[in-house]
Antibody, heavy 119, light 106 residues
Framework: QVVLVQSGPEVKKPGSSLRVSCKAS????????IHWVRQAPGQGLQWMGL????????TSAQRLQGRVSMTRDTPTTTFYMELSSLTSDDTAVYFC????????????WGQGTMLVVSS | DIQMTQSPSTLSASEGDTVTITCRAS??????LAWYQQRPGKAPKLLIQ???SLEGGVPSRFSGSGSGTEFTLTISSLQPDDVATYYC????????FGPGTKVELK
């Protein structure tokens, strides 16, 4: 079955870091690009970055460079997104999504992980 | 970066109506445009890519058209199940989404 399953909701304090996991089926893990997309409450979708299935190389959105890290763990077929120096502006639902190539749309989505940043 | 805009931001129509959503790109993106449907509290769902290619399992009342800088998503015979927010996306780096169009039933 072709699915992405994300970790559960998080509450974090300002200045701390977040790590979200996205477990993929083996087929997705080896064949698909994994993107991270976030959505602040009542707002639209914002692309955060992607990880290449071939070499594991990550590319992040310019506005998040230096704060976001995307990695993968082969034995567990799990992808990770870490976001540091959290502020209230990072309160959002974080999605992982998959595309078969860099030039195809996101046809598989995780269920989303809610993050609340609050002191 | 390429900017994406959508109009209208909110649309209210009756069941059975035909509705059209417009998406505009700030530069020529050829046909590299996707449409997603997002119901409240759910992840987005891909409806259409390459401007007009319907994904498997998506009802045929959904259709997409356009190329270059102007694109449309049409829902013919609007159903209650279609109440959602619709996003366009240019799926090339940096994968910019439009701001969304909320579709409501009268």
């Amino acid at each position: 079955q072709v699915v992405l399953v994300q970790s559960g909701p998080e509450v974090k304090k300002p200045g701390s870091s977040l790590r979200v996991s996205c477990k993929a089926s083996e087929y997705i893990f080896t064949s698909y690009y994994i993107h991270w997309v976030r959505q602040a409450p009542g707002q639209g979708l914002q692309w955060m970055g992607l990880i290449n299935p071939g070499d594991g190389r990550a590319t992040s959105a310019q506005r998040l460079q230096g704060r976001v890290s995307m990695t993968r763990d082969t034995p567990t077929t799990t992808f990770y997104m870490e976001l540091s120096s959290l502020t209230s502006d990072d309160t959002a639902v974080y999605f992982c999504a998959a595309s078969f190539s860099l030039y195809t749309a996101f046809d598989i989505w995780g269920q989303g992980t809610m993050l609340v940043v609050s002191s | 970066d390429i900017q994406m805009t959508q109009s209208p931001s909110t649309l209210s129509a009756s069941e059975g109506d035909t509705v059209t959503i417009t998406c505009r790109a700030s530069q020529n993106i050829r046909v590299w445009l996707a449409w997603y449907q997002q119901r409240p509290g759910k992840a987005p769902k891909l409806l259409i890519q390459k401007a007009s290619s319907l994904e498997g399992g998506v009802p045929s009342r959904f259709s997409g058209s356009g190329s270059g800088t102007e694109f449309t998503l049409t829902i013919s015979s609007l159903q209650p199940d279609d109440v959602a927010t619709y996003y366009c996306q240019h799926y090339n780096h940096p994968y910019t989404f439009g701001p969304g169009t909320k579709v409501e039933l009268k």
